[in-house]
């Protein structure tokens, strides 16, 4: 073998060497990357667990709640939404109707109570 080819095997073994080493790096590097990966697998997994408990437990506490609601909501759930309209309508049509006699008879006790008090003071009949 001559020089020149001595030394292109050379080169070529050096290349070699070089370009294993390479790849046992980044080998080495892709087994991390997969066990880092792995990890944090198994870390959102135990986040996302943790998450649906959370939401259940809220997702409980929030049925009895709305039960609350619903016993206190006018007439619970005996009622239709078109009664609970019509008494609303009626029980105002009664308000008006007792607020007008409660004003009249205010009204009537005033004049007659200033009646009074005008002709004690007044000396009328």
Known sequence: MTEQEDSGLHELSYELGRNSKGLEDLNKLFEQHCKDDDRRHEENMAILKANTDAIAAQSKALEKFAKRVEMMSPGGSVLSRKQV?????????????????????????????????????????
């Open 85 to 125: 309209a019509v008494l609303a309508v009626v029980g105002t049509g009664v308000m008006v109707v007792v607020g007008w006699i409660i004003e009249a008879a205010v009204k009537w006790a005033a004049a007659w109570v200033l009646g009074t008090i005008l002709k004690v003071k007044l000396g009328g009949p």
